[in-house]
């Protein structure tokens, strides 16, 4: 079926159902980021592959709504679909509940998949809608046209990770979880987030790609703590492990059931949780809508999690500098396309010492598709890559003892000089922010502007976040923290790590990234108050081809030129002959 077709079949669904709206949102039943396979809804629909942004279906229209991250994408793969692009956050794009009360009936019926809806937009949604005399229900209408939709198919196995690597112990991560139930008055605590539930038992597991999560939940009370997952996929050393910390193991069907046993208890569950849990739950109990304890605590990590980062960080240089020297020195001379460039730069990764798999799906982008940010190239069909243009590569692996994410801008030729001037403007705002000194208690939102104020003063911007949280051997997208323009009250905390990554994107021409990873850590204490500022974490060089020196001040080439002698320090002696020798010529000083 076409993504016409799919519409067509649901909105005949709509009609039987006497529904006028019906959204789809990117989620599942743990609001994860990235999805399984078969909760893929929006882009069975749709087409649109993106990680964000969701659609919205009445009887005769059809929208997505995502962000400055998808907007050169989503065209190309929504065409023939008759959905039309709302462009979030962008100057005259119509709030979606808006737009939904402006295009059905005045008694009109608006339905969602409580399951892969958050509560929080429950909430909006019925706000806005009971206001304007129209009615929100719980209605999954996708299972009456998705037939081919294999749940838990995958037998994926649940692993320990080890209290080596994690730094803490269950029973100590449920212990500092339980005082903060206390502190919030909290007899029973939900855990519904993948990365929440994983972080929190010192588990790992991959149904989800790229992501080293597995499907559970967790109910958390003062004397009780219960895993609720397929008991299949339980290794025998994570059944031993969740013995010893006294947490029972039950079936993952049995979640919604076991909530039914619960009346006149105050349950700590986030805002974020599915719809689904508020609705078994709302008789009897009172509910505390707070963030997961455990998703700070998580955040901020241990000196065992903030070494195995160093560790891998290394490691993953290595196969970097492997794998620029291959692609800058091949490209012209054998047959490769973005496809198979991100292939070749697996391999060069899976030689490392305890690699297990992607951190996310490379982004691989020669010329102008370097301008789509998370462009995704296919097996068939992506294009070929020569030596005579720029290509953008992000990417980054997951190690047991850690998680990398990088993105290095290159030239395979000549790069013109308006590209090196906009690639040095990004630049230096990738420098700026890595040499930031902050006080305590700022947040990621006051620092954002140093990463783009290079761009800025030029008239230029680029339409992502500078900085998002990444997980220790755990999700590469992570909260609460982040660096960007939207407001977001979670202070910076010594331990969080998150990337440093300004770019530039010249739609239809090419597109520029530099990122980094960071840790925040504390340097001193003044009459003024305690200073923070970033441990640079990514050891990698970056490419002197697309860099405008001119454009750099004296303080820029200074931490430049430090950064390269420290990537000699940490790498030269893993590499070997030419490879060696080109690298100690990128890390010479300009």
């Known amino acids: 079926m076409t993504s016409s077709e799919k519409i067509a079949a649901l909105r005949e669904q709509m009609a039987l ?160 979880i339980r005082t903060k139930m206390e502190e919030l008055g909290a007899s029973v605590h939900i855990i519904s987030s993948l990365d929440d539930v994983a972080w929190t038992l010192n588990l790992r597991g991959s149904d989800v790609q790229s992501n080293p999560v597995f499907l559970g939940y967790i109910i958390l009370t003062k004397n009780e703590a219960k895993l609720f997952v397929d008991l299949e996929k339980l290794e025998v050393e994570s059944r031993k492990q969740m013995d010893e910390a006294c947490v029972k193991m039950l079936p993952y069907e049995a979640f919604y059931e076991e909530l039914k046993n619960f009346k006149d208890e105050k349950i700590l569950v986030s805002p974020t949780s599915n719809q689904a849990i508020f609705e078994t739950l709302k008789e009897n109990n009172t509910f505390i809508k707070a963030p997961v304890p455990g998703n700070l605590m998580k955040a901020i990590k241990n000196e065992t999690e903030l070494e195995g980062f160093r560790t891998v960080m290394q490691r993953d240089g290595v196969a970097m500098v492997k794998f620029l020297y291959w692609l800058t020195h091949q490209a012209g001379k054998e047959s490769m396309n973005e496809y198979s460039i991100g292939e070749k730069l697996l391999g060069f990764r899976k030689e490392g010492k305890n690699f297990v798999g992607e951190s996310f799906g490379s982004i ?109 051997f755990m999700n590469v997208h992570e909260g609460p923290q982040n660096i960007r323009k939207d407001m977001n009250f979670q202070e910076l905390i010594p331990g969080m790590v998150l990337s440093n990554e300004p770019g530039f994107y010249y739609e239809n021409h090419y597109g520029i990234r530099h990122e980094n990873l960071i840790a925040v850590r504390e340097v001193e204490t003044t009459d003024f108050g305690t200073f923070y500022d970033f441990e640079t974490l990514t050891i990698c060089p970056f490419d002197k081809n697309v860099i405008a020196t001119e454009l750099l001040t004296q303080p820029e080439k200074d931490w430049l030129n430090n950064y390269h002698n420290w990537c000699k320090e940490k790498l030269e002696n893993d590499l070997q002959g030419e490879v060696k020798d080109w690298f100690l010529e990128m890390v010479q000083p300009i």
Do not use: C
């Open 17 to 176: 159902h006497k529904v006028d709206a019906f959204i789809i949102y990117s989620a599942d039943p743990h609001m994860s980021e990235y999805l399984p396979d078969e909760w893929q809804e929006r882009s069975w629909l749709s087409g649109f592959t993106g990680s964000a942004g969701f659609v919205v279906i009445t009887q005769d229209k059809a929208g997505l709504w995502t962000d400055g991250r998808y907007f050169v994408q989503a065209p190309l793969e929504l065409k023939g679909s008759g959905i039309d692009l709302f462009k979030d956050g962008m100057e005259g794009t119509p709030n979606y509940i808006d737009w939904i009360i402006s295009e059905i009936p005045e008694d009109g019926t608006v339905a969602v998949n409580a399951l892969a809806t958050s509560h929080a937009n429950w909430e909006l949604l019925k706000e806005k809608l009971t206001a304007q005399g129209k009615k929100l229900i719980d209605l999954p209408l996708l299972k009456e046209i998705w037939k081919d939709r294999n749940p838990n198919a995958k037998k994926n196995p649940v692993f320990v990770h080890p209290v080596e690597r994690a730094g803490k112990s269950v029973t100590d991560k449920m212990a500092d």
């Open 364 to 472: 691989v982008g020669y010329k102008e598709n370097g301008a789509q940010m998370h462009y995704s190239a296919k097996a068939e069909g992506s294009k070929e890559v020569t030596n005579d243009a720029t290509i953008l590569v992000d990417s980054g692996g997951q190690y047991l003892e850690g998680t990398t994410d990088i993105t290095r801008t290159l030239a395979l030729g000549n790069a013109s000089e308006e590209f090196k001037r906009n690639s040095t403007l990004a630049l230096k705002g990738m420098i700026q922010l890595s040499m930031v000194k902050f006080p305590k208690g700022t947040r990621g939102v006051q620092l954002d502007a140093f990463a783009r104020m290079a761009l800025w003063l030029e008239g230029k911007d680029y339409n992502h976040g500078t900085g998002h949280g990444v997980g220790s």
